[in-house]
């Protein structure tokens, strides 16, 4: 059975500047640290991916310097790639500088044999400190793609969870229209899962036909289950991570958080 090998990374919260720190670490140092880590001089076991899903917050501030020197890099990677935005990012922005070819940051669907990568931007409506929604607009796009399916397979990808953490103040910011959305994918056979960010935490969910995972960040972790903020305090989980994700043409998934420390998964 073939199948296809994504890698999602999510929340890399690259500053203007190199030198400059995010909650204590440098965002460009980690960011190259998992490219080395997954692409460059990856595990021999480890095959390279065919499709590399960014899961929004690429940039703390949205600024087109920073987003430049991300494309630079994403073009020497020589592999096809998708992202959907984040809280901090600005998705017109990020149009206007990408265009709408190379990278398809602006698509809102990606197919590979019999799986088809659905692609939400969440960010709409947000309050400033975190939170999104997807319009009006995204919200009848998901409803159309989830009801007329281009592959057998479905994933959702999107920068919000759908579902809590248990963390207060970060279930304060998830998904604000979520039910709206958990209806939607509640309806649709097809979907096999969904797939997010923003927590900066890994977490896996089971809801009926389809399952959801959070992936850890590439930029600071956040420690699970903490009534504020809270980095997380355990040295294994404090690394650059992210996720691999292989899709089975018979729509099964295996997923495994990386973190950019040999040898560990
Ligand atoms: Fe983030």
Same mark, same amino acid.
């Given at each position: 059975m073939s199948r296809f090998t994504v890698l999602h990374l999510t929340d890399?919260?690259?500053?203007?500047?190199?030198d400059d720190m995010h909650h204590g670490f440098n965002a460009w140092q980690r960011w190259q640290q998992m490219i080395e880590h997954?692409?460059?001089?990856?595990?021999?076991d480890q095959p390279r991916p065919d499709l590399l899903v960014l899961g929004g917050?690429?940039?703390?501030?949205?600024e087109a310097i920073t987003y430049q020197a991300l494309r630079q890099c994403l073009d020497q990677l020589d592999l096809p790639w998708v992202c959907v935005p984040g809280n901090h990012d600005d998705v017109s922005l990020m149009r206007q500088l990408w265009? *709408?070819?190379?990278?398809?940051?602006?698509?809102d669907q990606w197919q590979a044999g019999r799986w088809q990568l659905l692609l939400c *931007?969440?960010?709409? *409506?947000? *309050?400033?400190?975190g939170s999104g929604s997807l319009s009006a607009a995204a919200l009848a796009r998901l409803q159309y793609q989830l009801q007329h399916p281009q592959a057998e397979h479905q994933l959702v990808v999107l920068h919000?969870?759908?579902?809590?953490?248990?963390s207060p103040w970060q279930d304060e910011v998830m998904t604000g229209n979520a039910a709206e959305v958990l209806a939607l994918l509640d309806q649709a056979p097809q979907l096999r899962g969904v797939l997010c960010g923003h927590v900066h935490q890994a977490h896996h969910w089971r809801r009926g036909h389809w399952q959801m995972w959070s992936t850890p960040a590439v930029a600071a972790q956040f420690a699970a289950g903490q009534p504020g903020f809270l980095l997380e305090p355990q040295p294994a989980l404090q690394a650059p991570a992210g996720r691999w994700l292989q899709l089975g043409d018979d729509g099964s998934m295996r997923t495994s958080t990386v973190y950019a420390i040999r040898g560990s998964t």
């Open positions: 890399l919260h690259l500053t203007r500047h190199p997954c692409l460059l001089s990856p595990a021999a917050d690429l940039a703390q501030h949205p265009g *709408d070819s190379a990278g398809l940051p602006c698509a *931007d969440s960010t709409a *409506d947000g *309050d400033g400190r919000h969870h759908l579902l809590p953490v248990n």
